[in-house]
């Protein structure tokens, strides 16, 4: 299926599930919507911690349809969630009850998309094998504040044959507007992860430790982090391995 | 004069030239100051309009030191312009009188950080020669719009022997937050520029159009034009070639 017919099957809601593998090659977008009270405070935080917020578009109040996607943001995600006043509210399979014209909506690169790359290296991906969604952590690693935003930023985890670390480095890197290079790679507890097979999102994968290293990327589930500290009346976000598709091909695959 | 006793200058108000030629090596920015209603439209302006409008720092609501420099952005540039509701309304020395408790202001990079960089490439900069403030002219470029913000692109103009042409537009090219290479060369009517001794900021130079070659960089005053369509009911800015001289050698000096 190309990225219209899969994010199709969003919209009907006969698919629901992670986005981890489908239409490989396409860019694939975190989304954060929030009321344009809080855009300003948010594109400066995105500006201010490009690895983990790199912003690859901006739909301005009431946009529903993005530059880079023949679609409409409030039902081609498998699934959304609701955070408000801070907490997590409800996970939903689409917005049509909760839009607000004043919806100021980001989409952020994702690891997502350099994942048939790792493949075509060599590096196999666990999370897919083993039909997981991707495990996501909290860190120690402090962001950039930008008014109400702050906090520690969330990564993706992928375990990587020993062998093949240097390759997954090398081919992430090119991904510049998806997160790119790792920003940790082998000691979980260096950058506050107690339990590997404890991840805050997403599902655990099982992994021989003597043979595979833990690989970190930033990762775009970092503003949910945030807005537990901010606590926007409102701030919708994809659920967490659960991404827009767009049609765009990243330039590394042409 | 190091930047810190050179802005001390434009506190008192003992000097209220043009920066051109003054703290070369030191990074100079443009201002634009607004309201933070307003902040996020600009902000995505920026992002959107890199070349004329690449953001070296932003300053939140009511910040009035910035990072890049141990100044007061109140008053150590030393001319600045008031535009109200699109219009222009007053030049000033200070913005004692004006200052709000919601100003954001965005500095955002200058053509006069690379002015040294051309000197020492053998490029003689007449505006300077000639004591003149740096011609700069609106043109039918037009840029990308965010929310209330839109508009033709600005640019300053140098004259360049011909000879020198290519290594003007090598020099200028590392300096990418700082406009990068030119726009344009050669053919103001191309851009819209009708008289290329009547600019529409700063003041004319005298060149020779048989040995030199009109040169258009990107220019910061470009917001100043975006403004006139916007009309935001306040918004201020460096009087043209009147910049922010920040503490910081850019790093193609070092």
């Known amino acids: 299926m190309n990225p219209l017919e899969t994010r199709m099957k969003f919209r009907n809601q006969e ?14 977008t975190n989304l954060v919507t929030l009321p344009k009270a809080y855009a300003f405070d948010f594109l400066l935080f995105c500006m201010r911690n490009p690895k ?11 946009v529903t ?21 801070g907490f997590f509210s409800e996970e939903v399979l689409d917005l049509n009850e909760v839009w607000q014209d004043d919806f100021v909506t980001f989409l952020i690169g994702c690891s997502f998309t350099f994942e048939q790359a790792l493949l075509d290296g060599g590096i196999p991906l666990l999370h897919q094998d083993q039909n997981k969604v991707v495990p996501m952590f909290d860190t120690n690693i402090p962001l950039k504040e930008a008014g109400i935003f702050k906090g520690n930023m969330v990564v993706s ?26 920003v940790h790679i082998g000691s979980p507890e260096q950058i506050g992860i107690d339990d590997i097979q404890q991840p805050d999102y997403g599902e655990a994968v099982t992994f021989d430790r003597d043979e595979m290293t833990p690989v970190f990327w930033a990762c775009g589930v970092t503003p949910q982090n945030a807005a537990l500290q901010a606590q926007p009346s409102i701030m919708i976000t994809h659920a967490p391995g659960h991404m827009l598709i767009t049609d765009e091909k990243d330039p590394n695959y042409s």
Chains 1, 2 share one sequence.
């Open 15 to 28: 698919l629901t599930g992670t986005t981890s593998g489908l239409c490989e090659q396409y860019i694939q």
């Open 52 to 62: 983990p917020c790199p912003v690859v578009e901006v739909m301005e109040a009431g």
């Open 65 to 85: 349809k993005p530059s880079t996607a023949d679609a409409d943001i409030r039902t081609d995600l498998p699934r959304y969630r609701i955070y408000r006043n």
């Open 157 to 182: 985890m992928r375990a990587v044959p020993n062998h093949l670390v240097d390759q997954a480095l090398k081919i992430s890197h090119q991904f510049e507007s998806s997160h790119g290079e790792p």
